[in-house]
């Protein structure tokens, strides 16, 4: 529309001394930009339209490259390679940190303990074990958060949600009604669906398959993004806000751009604790913007007994559903933990907007001396919980499971 106009304005333009040439340019990138917006734009669809019915469906943190891939080939009718591209990206490194996003769910915080069973069986190739239990806390997950108390296999349950990836209509209620299909012959042929009525049911035998058990955690990370919105409150539409300006438009599409181009060209840090980078040390002795450098800011002020200034590193989550209280909640954990000593053991993961640090720490708890490792697991995120590129104003380094234990 824009472009369209041009060639009428340029006279004003000129009058104004604009040098329209710029303004070409300019509508030229703009064109570029809207052209990539719109090809992201199409993904959710296709990726349902493509998958749903086998079992998987999109949903905010699924990586963009892997559904654009399975996408291609699910186009060229190749589609079990497309499903074999989705089932090596949930390799027990993605699922261990996707596993760990959901304890910004309050209500999934007692599951946890489940959940990581449920993750070293599917470690270990037990898939026979992981399968029932994460479809067990699936549906309990949405049983509690539902406003009628209704679990994610019950054929009454509605788990559309506004402004939701997942909780689309061709989303969680799709994938629902898919794993609720009747299974009423006992079959010991392999399946490649996580039927739960013939899972749990005895019925369909051969569900011991990495495909099924890929499924599975997949319907789990899907249903966080509604779980997410269901305690905030943030299922029905909001307001309808006001249209943007043509000039909040365009930074839009530069920003999309930006942190595409990011994207395509990042790749992790050659990061080997002790060696090339302290394993221990000061803040000041890490790169600024960092992953690790962020998680030595936590644990330095963990030994200063700092509780407000801890409470700041946590999510958005924790922020929005302790409130003021978060702090008191930070020291109730903390006050009878002495920090003696930390020391960075791995770098597991160093994403653009992900980071996974192993530490290992050492404090006192009364007269007990405690030795803790743990996988921390970061995210870059904005004060609204908006996942970006690290780098982007606006953005910091959040911990998700600070509970050193």
């Given at each position: ?100 996003t959901l304890i910004g769910v309050k209500a999934f915080r007692p599951r946890m303990a489940l959940a990581q069973k449920a993750l070293l069986d599917y470690i270990e190739g037990r ?74 049911h005895g019925m369909d035998l051969g569900y011991d398959n990495k495909i099924v058990a890929a499924k599975t955690w997949a319907a789990l990370f899907a249903v966080r993004d509604w ?179």
């Open positions: 529309m824009i472009q369209t106009a041009l060639p009428l304005l340029e006279p004003l333009l000129r009058l104004l001394n604009v040098d329209t040439s710029k303004v070409r340019d300019a509508f030229q990138g703009v064109k570029e930009l809207e052209r990539i917006v719109n090809e992201l734009a199409t993904i959710p669809d296709d990726f349902n339209d493509l998958f749903a019915s086998r079992g998987w469906i999109i949903y905010d943190m699924l990586n963009l490259e892997v559904a654009k891939a399975a996408i291609t080939k699910g186009k060229e009718d190749d589609i079990e390679a497309a499903e074999a591209i989705l089932v090596e990206y949930y390799s027990p490194e993605a699922v261990k940190f996707l596993l760990q898939f026979h074990a992981c399968i029932p239990v994460i479809l067990a806390l699936t549906d309990g997950l949405v049983n509690e958060l539902h406003e009628k108390r209704r679990g994610f296999f019950s054929d009454q349950t509605d788990l559309q949600a506004w402004d939701s990836i997942a909780g689309h209509s061709k989303g969680l209620n799709a994938l629902a009604k898919v794993f609720q299909t009747g299974r009423y012959s006992t079959s010991s042929e392999p399946i490649t669906v996580p039927y739960r009525n013939g899972i749990l779980a997410l919105q269901a305690e905030r409150g943030e299922l029905a539409a909001r307001p309808e806000a006001p249209k943007p300006t043509f000039t909040a438009i365009w930074e839009q599409l530069k920003q999309t751009a930006e942190d595409k181009s990011k994207m395509d060209t990042w790749q992790p840090r050659d990061i080997s604790f002790g060696i090339n980078v302290p394993s221990f040390g000061l803040p000041d002795n890490y790169e600024v913007g960092s992953p690790e450098r962020k998680l030595i800011e936590f644990i330095t002020y963990w030994k200063s007994r700092n509780y407000g200034k801890m409470a700041i590193y946590l999510t958005h989550l924790d922020k929005k559903y302790y409130g003021n209280r978060l702090p008191k909640k930070v020291r109730e954990h903390y006050q009878t933990k002495t920090l003696h000593s930390f020391e960075l053991l791995k770098m597991l993961a160093d994403g653009i907007n992900t980071g996974i640090v192993k530490i290992k720490v050492i404090y006192k708890e009364g007269d007990k001396e405690i030795e803790s490792i743990i996988d921390v697991n970061m995210l870059y995120e904005d004060d609204n919980g908006r996942v970006s590129v690290r780098g982007n104003e606006g953005h910091d380094w959040v911990i998700y499971n600070a509970y050193f234990e």
